[in-house]
């Protein structure tokens, strides 16, 4: 076994068996939500234990492809488009579903976020605390977008990007099963969420090649979570316009696969990425 098969194949069993034992102490013997910091925080930095544990000691190979610089000079056009991007895909998943007569635009619900305080204030606010959550978010992906999708197929675009979106997908499935996430039909939801996670993974690759830093991919990752899925839940919803979490997480993922095909369709992206220095 190589030296890189042998990283990844450590990374891999750290990620998974650290995340998901964890999730069974927290849930099932501690008894915390879910939704509790407690459970989440620790589980989801896992992978980034994982990546530093394998770059350290594993292969040896250090960290100079990391991307741990933030290169607030050079990158500054992807931390934006990382920040606002969300919001965006956002507005045009509303808007889609408002085109297809699923929604009748209603942002009333938006209220509902915090208690006492307008929508447009609690989204203003969301967006101001993105940059300040982005180290939270860094545990995913200084290990699936930093480590993992690299060491793939030579990073080329789409077997790394589709395989990467695929184990970080199946990663996040015992969620369906605590109360993180609800589907219904369980099957149907956690093929849609794997589809969902694989353009995100698309996007966070391309920023984080295109900007040479983690930090840009962790702060789009920060405003998927905290921005374009918190709100379209909460408007397109049950709290809203009566949507199911399927639905609206396949409304969401159009206009993320849009802008996936976009990127893969680029010159620069049909050969392998080079891992930025």
């Given at each position: 076994m190589s030296p890189k098969t042998r990283g990844v194949a450590v990374f891999l069993a750290l990620s998974f068996a650290g995340t998901w034992l964890w999730l069974?102490?927290?849930?099932?013997?501690?008894?915390?939500?879910?939704?509790?910091?407690?459970?989440?925080?620790?589980?989801?930095?896992?992978?980034?234990?994982?990546?530093?544990?394998?770059?350290?000691?594993?292969?040896?190979?250090?960290?100079?492809?990391?991307?741990?610089?933030?290169?607030?000079?050079?990158?500054w056009r992807y931390y934006l488009l990382a920040w606002f991007g969300p919001l965006?895909?956002?507005?045009?998943?509303?808007?889609?579903?408002?085109?297809?007569?699923?929604?009748?635009?209603?942002?009333?619900?938006?209220?509902?976020?915090?208690?006492?305080?307008?929508?447009?204030?609690?989204?203003?606010?969301?967006?101001?605390?993105?940059?300040?959550?982005?180290?939270?978010?860094?545990?995913?992906?200084?290990?699936?977008?930093?480590?993992?999708?690299?060491?793939?197929?030579?990073?080329r675009m789409a077997p790394s990007s589709i395989v990467t979106g695929l184990v970080w997908a199946s990663w996040h499935y015992p969620l369906a099963f605590i109360g993180y996430v609800e589907f219904p039909r369980l099957l149907l939801g956690l093929l849609v969420w794997t589809l969902c996670f694989q353009c995100q993974e698309v996007i966070l690759a391309w920023l984080f090649v295109r900007s040479g830093t983690v930090w840009v991919a962790s702060l789009a990752h920060a405003g998927n979570n905290m921005v374009l899925f918190l709100l379209t839940g909460q408007v397109l919803g049950s709290g809203g316009g009566g949507l199911g979490t399927v639905a609206v997480t396949l409304l969401s993922t159009i206009p993320l696969a849009g802008l996936s095909l976009w990127i893969a369709c680029r010159p620069n992206c049909a050969v392998a990425y080079e891992s930025p220095q």
């Open positions: 069974f102490v927290a849930h099932r013997v501690m008894g915390l939500s879910a939704l509790h910091p407690l459970l989440q925080l620790p589980g989801f930095c896992v992978p980034a234990m994982a990546a530093f544990i394998v770059r350290r000691w594993v292969t040896r190979e250090g960290f100079a492809d990391a991307g741990l610089r933030l290169r607030l000079k050079t990158a965006a895909i956002a507005a045009v998943t509303m808007a889609l579903a408002a085109a297809l007569g699923l929604w009748r635009p209603d942002l009333a619900p938006l209220d509902e976020i915090v208690d006492g305080v307008p929508g447009w204030a609690a989204v203003l606010a969301l967006m101001l605390a993105l940059p300040l959550l982005t180290p939270l978010y860094w545990g995913e992906e200084f290990g699936w977008t930093s480590y993992l999708r690299p060491r793939l197929f030579g990073g």
